[in-house]
């Protein structure tokens, strides 16, 4: 029998955990409803399915050959936990429960668990038509955030500061929703940061806290779109602290108590509400490259050994080093690019780690609306906070789309 490990999703953000599965020795099962998807070049066997459809998937890993022993199932960045634990469950691998994805998966189901144990988030109303988005609006003080209860990668996203469009808010909100229940939330003016932790013995473990930039958002309103951010965090001490038991208490109450947890928390007056969380690792390559650039730890090797049932150690996951790591995407015009300027400048520079561009000459820019019609990422390397952010600034402004 031949070791394997069944990887959801094969995005450009998976490539990292099917070239680890590699080097760990394991046949890597891919599975994506994109034929071309980047990381299925590293796949040995690859599954077409959806990652969001369960039943797709189950019917797809019959296909697996007999003489493979599949001994885990994960993903990165992909919002497929109930995908993850379904197959799980019918390998009997190393998984949260059906039950804990679906809380995690369903950001109205997640609410109401928070509530029922008092962790601490965001005042929140959950709409099922337009009349309760007007009433609660009446009800609640602005600004406020309308999101779908299932949406992912921050598509049907808006940014709510009266109740001039409510109507125009609702049906975009609504049409980026399969289950057209929507979530309307607080908006909390603070500090945001992403962090990624992982249960280890039943115990939380705050891996890495990052601080999330969205120092463009009067640009981009009323659509709320991160532009990067910066490895490790600012924050410190007791602060870090009560975000880790703010998480822990928040993924219990979801019925998660092993494996990789990603929060996005708001800092309220200096104390931390969890916005929502995920039963996965962080996307937007905070898991799979910042991590290991910045702090030296590399979380996705310990998540693929916890899903194939290896023992993770707490040492294996501190930082063997401290660099601050910055990163800033790209937000051209909308229109056809003509061309784009500055990138062999920014890739000599031996302060910039990576540089990525999304588009090139002759490809559509759309408005930004998501994450995903952002064009491109940058990622920078420095000593300090203010060094880093000074490199990234500067290489971010050198990169210029000419739209027409």
Known sequence: MTDSLIIIGASREQVRAYTVAKELGLYVIGTDMDANAPAFSFADLKLL???????????SIQEIPSH??????????????????????YFKTPCISLK???NASDKSLMKSCFRSAEVPTPEYKI???IKDLHEYCAQMS?????????????????FIDDATDLNDAYEYSIQNSVTKILLLEKFIDGDQLSVEGIFLNNKYMGVAFADRNYSRLSETKPFIIEDGGVIPSKHTGIILQDINLCIEKASRSLGISEGP??????????????????????????ASHHLRWALGIDIVKAVIKYSIGNVIHEDDLLPTKKKY?????????????????????????SRVKKLEIYRKPGDVQQKIE???????????????????????????????????
């Open 49 to 59: 399915a959806s990652t969001r459809d369960i039943q797709e998937t189950l019917a």
């Open 68 to 89: 493979l022993k599949v001994k885990g199932v994960m993903t990165i960045g992909n919002d497929a936990a109930k995908t993850v634990s379904a197959v799980a469950e």
């Open 100 to 102: 804990a994805a679906i």
């Open 127 to 129: 709409v099922n038509s």
């Open 142 to 158: 602005f600004p406020l955030v309308l999101k779908p209860s299932d949406g992912r990668g921050s598509r049907g996203v808006l």
């Open 261 to 286: 947890v990603k929060a996005d928390i708001v800092l309220n007056n200096g104390k931390p509400m969890i916005i929502e969380l995920a039963a996965r690792l962080s996307g937007n390559y905070l």
């Open 325 to 349: 790591l910055a990163a800033r995407y790209f937000f051209p015009e909308p229109g056809v690019i003509q061309s784009i300027e500055g990138v062999e400048e920014v890739e000599s520079d």
């Open 370 to 404: 998501a994450n995903i019609h952002r064009a491109g990422i940058v990622r920078c390397l420095g000593d300090s906070l203010e060094e880093v952010t000074e490199i990234v600034e500067t290489a971010t402004k050198k990169i210029i789309f000419n739209v027409s």
